[in-house]
């Protein structure tokens, strides 16, 4: 059983931004190497604490042996993380799907290359039973250390009870779990779970939940547990949305720990942050047309800024949506201190060398 190096343990516990890898595409959607290179090389300036790569982001269609993108684009990622020769801990995820056979061979894979973790998706396995879903991911625990992923039902996730998620807590190498339901209720569950577990102490929550980012970090849950109080909160974000504005994905979870050590209390600008990050993400996300254009609402923004070079998706049916290119011009207009456009321009000549 591959076990979790001492430094990325403690750095998944204490809370970091993970984006989810986007893929670069050329216009006849084939994988743009240079600027693959350059995605990865631009999470890493921007201080994020790791990638998560061949996740829904990266686009599940890497996996089909015709387009075969899901081993090349983990190995480009490792080895411009290898080349960088980091001073500080980065977390190193990889997205691992399909029916038990499939992800475990996947996981091997992602052992083999020198990932730390692997999200553990449960796209398109609807009809599953839960115990089904159970022992599928005690065999990839095996091979290497797991992230739970609680994928939102509209892009190919489903609903998952309390009793899964409790006894997913009790799987012995599960480090830390993804909660992204888009759902309150939900996310609370997991939560509670994982509190009534015997390894809450064990598990780092993460939001993915795209849609109300501020406040999951903000937000401590206290849960009476056998006559006993455990407390309980979400430290960090593997988030589709930190693709984009990366750097100021950064600044923003700084700004999160920091008032949540404040004796006076969260200050109230938070919450309106909140908001404003939501509104973003709704454009980015295209929410108004039930997340259609989600992944080429990320690259249109990675493309204004001059990372990729179009918007390309290897499903040509995927694309903007209508009036998503507006509503993304509108929240760049309200709010600009939340773009990182600057440190892009200021950089890129940096990260574009020897590609």
């Known amino acids: 059983m591959g076990s979790l190096d001492h430094k990325i343990k403690t750095l998944l516990h204490e809370g970091t931004v993970i984006p989810a890898h986007p893929l670069a595409l050329t216009a006849d959607r084939t994988l743009d190497e240079d600027r693959q290179r350059l995605l990865t090389r631009y999470y890493m300036a921007s201080g994020a604490g790791g990638i998560a790569i061949g996740v829904h982001t990266t686009q599940f269609q890497i996996r089909d042996p015709k387009i075969g993108l899901y081993r090349k684009v983990l190995e480009m990622a490792i080895e411009e993380i290898e080349k960088a020769d980091l001073d500080r801990p980065f977390i190193k995820v990889a997205g691992v799907s399909g029916n038990t056979e499939q992800a475990v061979y996947e996981a091997k894979v992602c052992a083999e290359l020198g990932y730390d973790i692997v999200l553990v998706s449960t796209n398109g396995l609807g009809d599953w039973p839960e115990e089904a879903l159970l022992e599928r991911t005690r065999q990839i625990a095996e091979i290497i250390p797991v992230f739970g992923f609680y994928l939102q039902p509209s892009v190919g996730g489903r609903v998952l009870s309390f009793d899964f998620w409790k006894a997913f807590a009790e799987i012995k190498n599960v480090h830390a ?20 577990s015997s390894r809450c102490e064990d598990i780092a929550l993460y939001t993915g939940n795209d849609d109300n980012i501020v406040v999951d970090l903000l937000t ?6 056998n006559e006993r109080q ?31 050590k404040r004796k006076n209390g969260i200050p109230l ?64 207009r309200n709010y600009p201190e939340l773009n990182d456009d600057t440190f892009v321009k200021d950089n890129m000549a940096d990260w574009l060398c020897d590609l």
């Open 269 to 332: 600008e938070l919450l309106t942050l909140n908001v404003d990050v939501t509104d973003t993400n709704a454009a980015f996300f295209d929410a108004a047309n039930n997340f259609h254009g989600c992944i080429a609402g990320i690259h249109e923004v990675l493309y204004r800024q001059g990372i990729l070079r179009g918007i390309w998706c290897l499903d040509e049916n995927e694309g903007l949506s209508p009036g998503q290119k507006e509503e993304i011009d509108r929240v760049y």
């Open 220 to 225: 401590t849950y206290n849960f009476k547990v």
């Open 230 to 260: 455990v407390t309980k909160e979400i430290v960090g974000g593997l988030l589709g949305h930190w693709a984009v504005w990366t750097h100021k994905a950064v600044d923003l979870l700084e700004t999160v720990k920091l008032a949540k």
């Open 177 to 196: 779990i993804k909660m992204a339901p888009f759902n309150r209720y939900q996310t609370l569950e997991v939560v509670r779970a994982v509190c009534e």
